[in-house]
Nanobody, 124 residues
Framework: QVHLVQSGGGLVQAGDSLRLSCAASGRTDSRYSMGWFRQAPGKDREFVAAIGKDDGDTYYGDSVKGRFTISRNNGRITVTFLQMTSLKPEDSAVYYC????????????????WGQGTQVTVSS
């Protein structure tokens, strides 16, 4: 069992930067690929970014490429970060971190563990 605890988020202005964190506890003897998704009101959960468990390869949704960066720190506690820059009002959503994908990175239904979600609001 893996428990994901998110931190960060809040209210920022367009053009600002923000960093989200996701700390994994529990069964961390196995390294997992990690990802970030977001969900705005009335919309489906959208893939934002993912990072591979071993090679650290990164993957991004089209809407955030060039603005967001995913990274991880594989210490005693694995922490995954989402650095968001040049934020836009359309980036406003609840952001979720996730671990252990079973069906590829972009399908939210395939991820096994989820964080509690954190609100990001970008004002214009």
């Amino acid at each position: 069992q893996v428990h994901l605890v998110q931190s960060g988020g809040g209210l920022v202005q367009a053009g600002d930067s923000l960093r989200l964190s996701c700390a994994a506890s529990g069964r961390t003897d196995s390294r997992y690929s990690m990802g970030w998704f977001r969900q705005a009101p009335g919309k489906d959960r959208e893939f934002v970014a993912a990072i591979g468990k071993d090679d650290g390869d990164t993957y991004y949704g089209d809407s955030v490429k060039g603005r967001f960066t995913i990274s991880r720190n594989n210490g005693r506690i694995t922490v995954t970060f989402l650095q968001m820059t040049s934020l836009k009002p359309e980036d406003s959503a609840v952001y979720y971190c996730a671990a252990d994908p079973k069906l590829g990175f972009s399908n939210p239904g395939g991820w096994y563990y989820w964080g509690q979600g954190t609100q990001v609001t970008v004002s214009s």
